[in-house]
């Protein structure tokens, strides 16, 4: 009988957030242009969110949980990949993707402190940042614009006898040269980590991005294609990454359990490992120096109706970059537009825009008149990252030069693709462009 009645309240309580999210996340506020913000980036919920978010809290289980196990499996198979590992940011994916290069059950292949892994250094931090935490040292070579992504003419000279990896994002959900750097990769050994953080659905030649490499990773922040608040994935075809990525994801563990769950592995009480004694509890084994890094249930709730609504998210996001694209051409004596990579079909997250040098404005000023108008923009991130104040006296390499990088530091920007803008706002975001340009559109 009382689960009867736990079972009719939950429906009870079910109606209620579909009632309150009528009420709160009904119909948008009409736009005024000028007036209404335009964002570059941001969540769209509904009560599908709602609902699951608070099932999941009505569990009472909190932590990782069936609706994790669910959200896994589902963009497992969005994605064309047996594993998928869920981590509580995509900072973390990266850290847990390049740690996982790292551990001695690679024997030779192992990065090791000191050892080379090719980068960029015109996005965002957190795509080196591990690199650098682990006392390898980043190889940075320059990009190609209009595409913002690796130059993949330059990166087999800036290889050396000590590197050992290839850590590249698609940059605004543009692919990068996959042809090329998994070719590289395959002639000289190297392993290759594909930061996706801002590129679900992206394919290349028809396949999703991240399946490229051995590691794929992905950051469900809000401002990202799907969400679930803060959240990200680690994702590969290969088992024993996936047990390597697990290990460094739960505190290092030799093994692991599901939180609830003990002695999967058949073994917790018969084993010798390192130097402890006999039968010592697998439970309590560490393989690595690992991290806590799950993420709650309601999280997972949160991702796992956002992914439903995933492929919708996508083609409003070419949609809008299409657009866009077509209205700024008017402006293309004054800006660079951005041009897909050959063979590429992105799932864009952002439109990125570079001031040519006849431009009769400066960035700063352009910004400044957008901000005016209330058009959101970003810069690409780091810029140049040698520049950023943080990297002053890190260990690091450039091969080549970085004077494209040095562009995107001081003439890119991006404006918002994302699915809850509308044709009105993107008309908005244009037209404010135009005229502070002095262009005419026709």
């Known amino acids: 009988m ?17 009632q309150y999210a009528a009420l709160t996340l009904g119909q948008p506020r009409p736009f005024e242009p000028g007036v209404s913000v ?29 609706f994790n196990a669910a959200f896994e499996s589902g963009l497992a198979q969005f994605l064309g990949v047996p594993h998928v590992l869920t981590v509580n940011s995509g900072s973390s994916a990266n850290l847990v993707a390049f740690h996982t290069l790292t551990s001695p059950r690679l024997g030779e292949r192992a990065i090791r402190p000191g050892d080379e ?31 913002y992504n690796v130059d993949a003419s330059l990166i087999e000279a800036a290889i050396g006898p000590r590197t050992k990896a290839i850590m590249l994002a698609h940059t605004l959900g543009n692919p990068f040269n996959l042809d090329v750097v998994t070719d590289l990769c395959r002639r000289h050994g190297l392993w290759l980590v594909e930061d996706c953080c801002d590129a679900l659905g992206s394919t290349y030649r028809g396949q999703k991005v991240g399946t490229f490499g051995d ?19 680690v994702f590969t075809r290969h088992d024993e990454l996936r047990r390597i990525a697990e290990s460094f994801r739960d ?8 939180p609830g769950k003990d002695n999967t592995c058949g073994r917790r009480f018969c084993q010798q490992l390192g130097q402890l004694p006999a039968g010592y509890d697998h439970k309590y084994t560490y393989s690595h120096l690992g991290y806590n890094l799950k993420i709650t249930d309601m999280q997972a709730a949160c991702g796992l109706a956002q992914l439903g609504k995933l492929e919708a998210f996508i083609a409003a996001r070419r949609r809008h970059f299409t657009f866009l694209h077509e209205r700024l051409r008017s402006c293309e004596e004054f800006l660079i537009l951005p041009q897909a990579t050959a063979g ?20 700063l000023d352009l910004l400044t008149y957008l901000d005016q108008q209330r058009v959101g923009t970003r810069l690409l991130f780091a810029g140049n990252l040698t520049r950023q104040p943080y990297m002053q006296g890190r260990n690091y390499r450039v091969s080549g030069t970085l004077a494209r990088s040095d562009t995107v530091m001081s003439k890119t920007f991006w404006i918002g693709v994302q699915p809850a803008l509308t044709e009105p706002m993107l008309e908005h975001a244009a037209a404010s462009i135009e005229q502070y340009l002095g262009v005419r559109f026709d």
């Open 251 to 258: 505190w290092g563990r030799d093994c692991y359990c599901a």
């Open 215 to 233: 590691i794929g990773t992905l950051s469900f922040y809000p401002a990202h294609h799907i969400t679930m608040g803060e959240g990200g994935a």
């Open 38 to 66: 335009v964002p570059p980036s941001g969540k769209l919920l509904d009560a599908a969110e709602l609902r699951l978010m608070v099932e999941a809290s009505l569990d009472g289980w909190l932590t990782t949980g069936r």
């Open 117 to 147: 892994v090719i980068s960029v250094a015109a996005g965002f931090p957190t795509t080196v940042n591990p690199i650098l935490q682990f006392g390898a040292v980043p190889v940075f070579v320059d990009v190609d614009i209009p595409t």
């Open 2 to 18: 009382a689960n009867e009645e736990a079972l009719q309240l939950r429906q009870r309580i079910a109606e209620l957030v579909d």
């Open 344 to 363: 590429a079909e992105p799932s864009w997250f952002g439109f990125p825009i570079t001031l040519r040098e006849e431009a009769p404005v400066s960035r």
